[in-house]
Nanobody, 121 residues
Framework: QVQLVESGGGLVQAGGSLRLSCTAS????????MGWYRQAPGKQRELVAG???????NYTDSVKGRFTISRDNAKSTFYLQMNSLTPEDTAVYYC???????????????WGQGTQVTVSS
């Protein structure tokens, strides 16, 4: 199976920065697309940023220009650099990866355990 371990969350003041990391391990042939999601209390989980295996990225409008998603394939690790944080960014952040276990095999989604990001005003 596959394990995703997230790190980097915490408490930061408005205007500050955090970098989240998500490292995948286990039975992995290929890591395909990857995304960072967040869920605030009382709200639905939303896609914050995504990156394809080719490195193409997309962002939800509210974080464009402030967040950057990246990946280090050699380390099976993904990052979310978050700058100019606001209290509206407060949420539990989850990484999700699309993984193949063998060549030409089906793709499966795996989720990290979530990491809390709290931005104080």
């Amino acid at each position: 199976q596959v394990q995703l371990v997230e790190s980097g969350g915490g408490l930061v003041q408005a205007g500050g920065s955090l970098r989240l990391s998500c490292t995948a391990s286990g039975s992995i042939f290929r890591i395909n697309a990857m995304g960072w999601y967040r869920q605030a209390p009382g709200k639905q989980r939303e896609l914050v940023a995504g990156i394809t295996s080719g490195g193409s990225t997309n962002y939800t409008d509210s974080v464009k220009g402030r967040f950057t998603i990246s990946r280090d394939n050699a380390k099976s690790t993904f990052y979310l650099q978050m700058n100019s944080l606001t209290p509206e960014d407060t949420a539990v952040y989850y990484c999700k990866t699309e993984i193949s276990h063998r060549r030409l095999g089906p793709r499966y989604d795996y989720w990290g355990q979530g990491t809390q990001v709290t931005v104080s005003s």
